[in-house]
């Protein structure tokens, strides 16, 4: 129950206090962050994968609510990202995760923002109901 209210409660939360005005305005811009694994799934993260999944199924869902009012909705799908958090998983089992990755490393905080940044761009008027998978290649949706 924890990853819902973490992860998929807070989303719709947010969302549903941005939104209304977005819609009045006629522009607004939303993405939300979910995770290869809520694509790929992945072996004892059930529950993450859940809550994960349900970020890029609300998102789609959302998106078509605002696209005919100037809100685009997206969602980002990272991978393994270089945080604290992630570095203090032992080091036999970053290993194994950095193996399944193509391009050989974590992804570091400046990918996601770099997605991000890209997603509000007043230019991205076209893009919505996407999940770019921001991910070095481990996960191909």
Same mark, same amino acid.
């Given at each position: 129950?924890?990853?819902?209210?973490?992860?998929?409660?807070?989303?719709?939360?947010?969302?549903?206090?941005?939104?209304?005005?977005?819609?009045?305005?006629?522009?607004?811009?939303?993405?939300?962050?979910?995770? #290869? =694994?809520?694509? %790929?799934?992945? $072996?004892?993260?059930?529950?993450?994968?859940? +809550?994960? *999944?349900?970020?890029?199924?609300?998102?789609?869902?959302?998106?078509?609510?605002?696209?005919?009012?100037?809100?685009? #909705? =997206?969602?980002? %799908?990272?991978? $393994?990202?270089?945080?604290?958090?992630?570095? +203090?998983? *032992?080091?036999?089992?970053?290993?194994?995760?950095?193996?399944?990755?193509?391009?050989?490393?974590?992804?570091?905080?400046?990918?996601?923002?770099?997605?991000?940044?890209?997603?509000?761009?007043?230019?991205?008027?076209?893009?919505?109901?996407?999940?770019?998978?921001?991910?070095?290649?481990?996960?191909?949706?």
């Amino acid at each position: 129950m924890r990853f819902l209210q973490t992860n998929l409660s807070s989303c719709y939360n947010m969302c549903r206090n941005v939104i209304e005005g977005m819609r009045e305005r006629g522009f607004g811009r939303i993405v939300n962050i979910g995770s #290869v =694994n809520g694509q %790929a799934g992945r $072996y004892g993260q059930v529950n993450y994968a859940a +809550a994960t *999944s349900g970020i890029h199924g609300f998102t789609k869902a959302l998106a078509l609510e605002g696209a005919s009012r100037g809100v685009t #909705v =997206n969602a980002i %799908a990272p991978a $393994y990202v270089d945080t604290d958090m992630v570095r +203090a998983v *032992s080091e036999k089992v970053l290993e194994k995760i950095i193996a399944t990755i193509p391009v050989g490393r974590l992804g570091y905080a400046s990918d996601i923002a770099w997605a991000v940044q890209f997603l509000v761009a007043d230019d991205a008027t076209f893009i919505t109901r996407s999940t770019p998978s921001i991910n070095g290649g481990q996960h191909l949706y």
